[in-house]
């Protein structure tokens, strides 16, 4: 009976430890954690402590054994080895699964397009709702040239580097590192193909870019810029001022003028392309790739002159002489007054 009795008790306990282990094994790497169907993403900032690691995982998950996370957190020692980033979680994860991937900093890459840049301001506002980096941050570190001199880009031309696009970027990108990617796209995008058709027209690659930023605000049809790009090229060939509007639009800052009267070409600023002869310092906007290329593959002609067509077509006439553009200038005014288009 004894015997019975001590066979029956160690039985007993081998149930409860064997029970016990595969509860244990159970916490560790069940799929406790439950997205219900949903993408879930964390964003854990630079610094950050494992109290507020908790507080950002409370916000989305319920964990229900947060002993068993800490303990689990604490051998693996993540408290002490945070990293920043942007995690996705789209299916169940365990608590040693979710630790794991926090560790590891394995993080998602998002995609961060930008295009219609006028300004810096405007580019630090686009970027700073994409990245960690604020943009205040991305403001303070283009506003002083000396973060860039050294590749050769002054405030003014500092915009030329941004060639629109949608890039991958971690999500705890720097202002730093925002600029040191960008550059590196820029000079792979200035291949030596690139800078022997920019040598070949008698300008470097910042200069076509500042061209390409006017080809592009008086285009609104991309077949149209290679054309566009040959008025000006030989506008600048003959010391002809461009007298581009859109110089004088942004010499304003005021991007809400659609009709540039007598009074806006008075303005003395670097940008109006009406007082000053050549290009302006820098680009009006960030240039498209579609308004390089058309510099750098533009259209041979004599054309001197051009001016928005009256059908409001998106398309221009061109002209050789002054007269005949005077012609088609008055109809196109003619069509704005029509409208009654007066600013």
Same mark, same amino acid.
């Given at each position: 009976m004894k015997k019975k009795k001590l066979t029956g008790i160690a039985s007993l306990l081998l149930t409860a430890a064997f029970s016990c282990f595969t509860l244990s094994i159970w916490l560790l790497f069940a799929r406790n954690?439950?997205?219900?169907g949903e993408i879930i993403t964390l964003y854990i900032p630079e610094g950050s402590s494992y109290t507020q690691v908790l507080d950002s995982l409370k916000v989305h998950f319920t964990i229900e054994h947060p002993r068993v996370f800490n303990w689990i957190a604490e051998r693996k020692h993540y408290p002490s080895l945070i990293k920043p980033?942007?995690?996705?979680?789209d299916e169940d994860i365990s608590y040693t699964g979710l630790i794991d991937l926090l560790r590891s900093g394995e993080q998602m890459p998002v995609n961060v397009t930008f295009n219609n840049i006028r300004t810096i301001s405007d580019l630090a506002g686009k970027i700073g709702g994409q990245l960690s980096a604020d943009s205040a941050e991305l403001a303070g570190f283009f506003?002083?040239?000396?973060?860039?001199?050294?590749?050769g880009f002054t405030r003014e031309t500092i915009m030329t580097v941004f060639i629109p696009n949608t890039y991958q970027f971690?999500?705890?990108?720097s202002a730093e590192g925002f600029y040191r990617r960008m550059l590196k796209e820029y000079n792979?995008?200035?291949?030596?193909g690139r800078k022997a058709q920019a040598a070949a027209i008698g300008l470097t690659p910042p200069e076509v870019s500042v061209l390409a930023s006017i080809v592009d605000e008086e285009a609104s049809k991309t077949d149209e810029k290679p054309r566009i790009a040959g008025v000006y090229l030989n506008r600048l060939r003959r010391g002809i001022p461009l007298q581009a509007d859109p110089t004088v639009i942004f010499a304003h800052g005021d991007f809400g003028i659609t009709r540039v009267l007598k009074a806006h070409l008075q303005i003395d600023s670097p940008y109006n392309t009406?007082?000053?002869r050549g290009l302006p310092p820098g680009p009006i906007n960030s240039p498209s790739i579609s308004g390089i290329d058309a510099v750098l593959n533009a259209e041979k002609h004599d054309f001197l002159y051009f001016s928005a067509k009256p059908d409001f077509?998106? $398309? &221009?006439?061109f002209s050789r002489t002054l007269s005949e553009h005077n012609r088609?200038?008055?109809? $196109? &005014?003619?069509?704005?007054?029509?409208r009654r288009i007066f600013r």
């Open positions: 954690i439950r997205t219900n980033g942007r995690f996705v979680i506003s002083e040239p000396e973060n860039y001199s050294e590749d971690f999500w705890n990108t792979e995008f200035w291949n030596n009406y007082k000053y077509s998106g $398309y &221009h006439n088609y200038a008055a109809e $196109y &005014h003619r069509e704005l007054n029509r």
